[in-house]
């Protein structure tokens, strides 16, 4: 495997901020690694992931994905990087409510100006949900708006997908079945990034989990098989730590 992002004492102090939200963090993610980032609310997951995206930049620190180091990109160029290397999937879905399902999965792609009505089509038949293809997202579950908005974010083959907390708005049986969407494109070389509040998911399905707190990285599990197991010890300590 090769190294596709990388995290160098990455600082990140909001505006206003008394203390970081990262509080200079390194970590690397290897090419086709599926990765969990796990801990209590405000302790910097979202900014994590904003991060290595491109959609926010830190106050020290660098990152640097596919060996370009972001902070050297101007706004234009990380544009780019997002529209070319980065499929992002939250937590409400965030479809535009006036286009069809289809047509939502083809904005990533007519940002590049390429048409790929057949590509998307494609997509949301691998995701099981082609016939919903020509409605709007008012009239599509929550699990249906999601895998859209993950064909949405998978329509330019980006190089990195990241999800944060996809799951959060889905009912169980729902988020079971996103997840097995990100296992099984982790299972085809996806390099994923997933946060989430829910050590179950987290550990049945990672093969690596992060824990953050405070902005900081406390924990760096690689999990195989039956190590999954010892994963309890990070969320018992996680969840207490939230407390
Ligand atoms: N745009 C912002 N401006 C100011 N402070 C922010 C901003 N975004 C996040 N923060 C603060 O930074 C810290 C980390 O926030 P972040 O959203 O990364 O946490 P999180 O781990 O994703 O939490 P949650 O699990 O609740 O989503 C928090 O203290 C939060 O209040
Ligand atoms: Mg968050």
Redesign the pocket.
């Known amino acids: 495997m090769s190294e596709l992002v990388r995290l160098s004492d990455v600082t990140k102090v909001?505006?206003?901020?008394i203390t970081g939200?990262l509080n200079g963090v390194s970590v690397t993610v290897e090419k086709g690694e599926f990765t969990a980032i796990m801990?209590p609310?405000?302790?910097?997951?979202?900014?994590?992931l904003n991060l290595i995206a491109g959609l926010d930049r830190p106050t020290s620190g660098a990152v640097i994905v596919g060996g370009t180091d972001l902070a050297k990109l101007g706004e234009a160029g990380l544009a780019r990087f997002r529209r070319d290397h980065v499929g992002f999937v939250f937590q409400f879905f965030h479809l535009l409510p006036n286009l069809t399902a289809l047509e939502n999965v083809l904005i990533p792609a007519q940002l590049k100006g390429s048409e790929v009505p057949g590509r998307a089509r494609e997509l949301l038949g691998q995701l099981g949900i082609e016939e919903v293809a020509d409605r709007y997202p008012a009239r599509l579950s929550g699990g249906q708006q999601q895998r859209v908005a993950i064909a949405r974010a998978l329509i330019n083959n980006p190089t990195l997908l990241l999800a944060d907390?996809p799951t959060g708005a889905l009912d169980t049986h729902s988020g079971e079945q996103v997840m097995d969407l990100l296992v099984q494109l982790h299972g085809r070389g996806q390099t994923i990034l997933l946060?989430t509040?829910d050590a179950k998911l987290a550990t049945r399905h990672a093969a690596r989990v992060l824990s953050?707190i405070d902005?900081k990285v406390v924990d760096d599990a690689r999990l195989e098989g039956p190590e999954r197991a010892a994963s309890e010890v990070i969320r018992v300590r996680t969840e207490e730590a939230s407390r």
């Open positions: 909001y505006q206003g901020g939200a801990g609310s405000g302790s910097g997951k979202s900014t994590m907390e946060v509040h953050v902005g």
